[in-house]
């Protein structure tokens, strides 16, 4: 009997579950809206999960999956552990679909776990928020990731809001003027310093706003502004802190050991990514660096792949 298998990544801004054959052949994939209970709340998380689930049994007419991973961001505790896994066993509950094996996993380490291929391994990740996760072959050990709150050290909300704090301590007349200023003011049509302080303020604020703010970093760096050089120096520098931290606690010994690299600020600002890899290898020259190119649903595949061929 072939085997079906059910992957989903649930992140915070959109969710993307797909049916696959053991042997890769799509028959289902659709996304809808994010799924961090913590963002959208736990009902409306059920209402996604059971509509995906439904619309997914609708258009495979099958009801027995083989093994299915939900891979879900906002899982990084005991607690959140629990309130996920309350929350897709609802949704189960409410399908026509059985699944003969459950993993229920935070998206980042199902990635890891996904792209390791039960080999050594590590990912990190960069975008609104950042976290790193590293594999030694039995366990999966976890740095940063602790919220825009306490920590996301050189995230794009955490680029974000120092260059806010530059361009703001530049008009100011505590540090001087910033080439930063005139980029996020063009680009998001604003007419001074009062009308940034607006937008940023402004009640539909959301952390995705002012991680977008990052994208302005680049350019202001191969225009030589010093401010944004010091930010991206800064950045690189707690990304390497991450992977470092993670390399450490699985006891990394200097062996080959690919380090896989994915999110928004990595991919497209290449003043960070240099400097953090060069940081990196300096410590660790014989870490692989690997940028990842296919969408976060096939390491999430690959991940459930590996489940329905082992009994754990």
């Known amino acids: 009997m072939r085997k079906i298998l059910l992957a989903v990544d649930g992140g915070a801004t959109k969710t ?6 053991e042997d890769g052949r799509e028959l289902f994939t659709k996304t ?3 799924s961090n209970y913590q963002a959208v709340g736990q009902g409306r ?11 997914a ?29 309350n929350l897709v066993e609802t949704s189960l509950q409410h399908s026509a679909l ?8 935070n998206d980042v380490e199902a990635a890891l776990l996904g792209l390791a291929q039960r ?13 790193c996760f590293s594999y030694d072959g039995e366990k999966v050990v976890r740095t940063g990731g602790w919220g825009h709150r306490a920590g996301d050290e050189g995230s794009g909300y955490w680029i974000g809001r120092q260059i806010a704090k530059a361009i703001f301590r530049a008009a100011d007349g505590r540090t001087a003027p910033t080439k930063l200023t005139e980029l996020v ?53 707690e990304l390497a802190l991450l992977a470092t931290a993670a390399l450490q606690k699985i006891r990394y010994s200097g062996e080959t050991h690919p ?4 999110g928004g600020v990595l991919k497209n600002t290449p003043v960070i990514y240099d400097l953090f890899t060069s940081k990196l290898a300096k410590a660790f020259p014989s870490v692989q660096f690997k940028l990842c190119e296919e969408k976060p649903i096939e390491y999430i595949v690959k991940r459930v792949t590996h489940i329905s061929q082992t009994d754990k």
């Open 16 to 21: 993307t579950m797909t049916i696959r054959t």
């Open 32 to 34: 809808s809206t994010g």
């Open 45 to 55: 998380v059920i209402e996604l999960f059971e509509a995906l689930l439904n619309d």
């Open 57 to 85: 049994q609708k258009a495979v007419s099958i009801r027995e999956i083989t093994a299915a991973v939900f891979a879900i961001a906002g899982m990084d505790t005991d607690e959140d552990a629990k309130v996920i896994r």
């Open 98 to 105: 059985t699944i003969k094996k459950l993993v229920i996993e």
């Open 119 to 131: 080999q050594p391994a590590s990912l990190l990740i960069s975008g609104t928020g950042s976290v």
């Open 185 to 237: 003011l063009q680009a998001n049509d604003l007419d001074g310093i009062d009308s940034l302080m607006n937008w940023l303020y402004r009640a539909d604020y959301t952390n995705a706003r002012l991680a977008c703010l990052s994208t302005y970093l680049q350019e202001a760096v191969e225009q030589g502004d010093e401010a944004a050089r010091e930010i991206a120096e800064k950045a690189a520098e």
């Open 259 to 262: 380090f896989y690299i994915n």
